[in-house]
């Protein structure tokens, strides 16, 4: 659930973007873009100034301007900043972050149906992932906006986890979903269960995000 030399810079009369058309429905990652080592550094060092401005502030302010940053400078900006950077890293868990609440946003009526069907299944996901009953279209985007939230004023390592949860919740209910329409519509099941297995990876990559935060491994 893309990727210029240098640290990218917000605001100004030039500065204006419009959100990039994104795959909510599949949470289907961005792809291209070049990866140098100034771009990389440069990656790292936003994700962490980021992180910091929103943890060091107690204005509920500033921590809803971080989380629609995606919203207002669009999606795009975002990619460029931290879409190429490693899974397992801070630019690539925030990248993760932004990137789940937009699919969930942009599609939340869907993605309600995927949650709905893997929720009873994953019981233990969905008291981690915390949405609300019933877990319809409006509650998909009060819960991602709360996670990502929990980024910047609350436990970095908990975010990371809700997401998780979250993600494993709708993998299973995509599987689930595959499964029902395998023999009605065997290529919409072929790719609802390749965007689940995308959706694990995911999730255990933000899981493994969260143990190295806790650990002061996550840079």
């Not at 931290?82 to 969930?104: D, F, I, K």
Request: charged share 25%; hydrophobic share 40%; glycine share 8%.
């Amino acid at each position: 659930m893309s990727e210029q030399s240098g640290p990218p810079v917000y605001g100004g009369a030039n500065r204006h973007h419009k959100p990039k058309p994104f795959a909510p429905v599949d949470f289907e990652p961005f792809a291209g873009g070049a990866d140098p080592a100034r771009v990389s550094e440069a990656a790292h060092l936003a994700a962490q100034a980021l992180v910091r401005r929103g943890r060091d502030s107690d204005d509920p302010k500033i921590t809803r301007r971080l989380v629609k940053l995606a919203d207002e400078q669009g999606l795009e900006a975002i990619a460029e900043m931290w879409a190429e950077s490693p899974a397992r890293s801070l630019p690539g868990a925030l990248w993760r972050l932004y990137a789940l609440r937009a699919a969930t946003m942009q599609n939340s009526e869907r993605i309600s149906v995927y949650f709905k069907a893997g929720r009873d299944t994953a019981q233990v996901s969905h008291v981690v992932a915390g949405a609300a009953e019933p877990p319809g279209a409006d509650e998909m985007k009060q819960m991602a906006d709360a996670i990502l939230s929990g980024a910047f004023d609350g436990d970095f390592d908990v975010a990371l986890e809700r997401s998780a949860a979250f993600c494993r919740i709708v993998a299973l209910g995509q599987a689930t979903l595959a499964d029902s329409a395998e023999h009605s519509n065997e290529g919409h099941a072929s790719k609802l269960t390749r965007n689940s297995h995308q959706l694990v990876k995911t999730a255990e990559d933000l899981e493994h995000a969260a143990n190295a935060w806790r650990l002061g491994e996550l840079d």
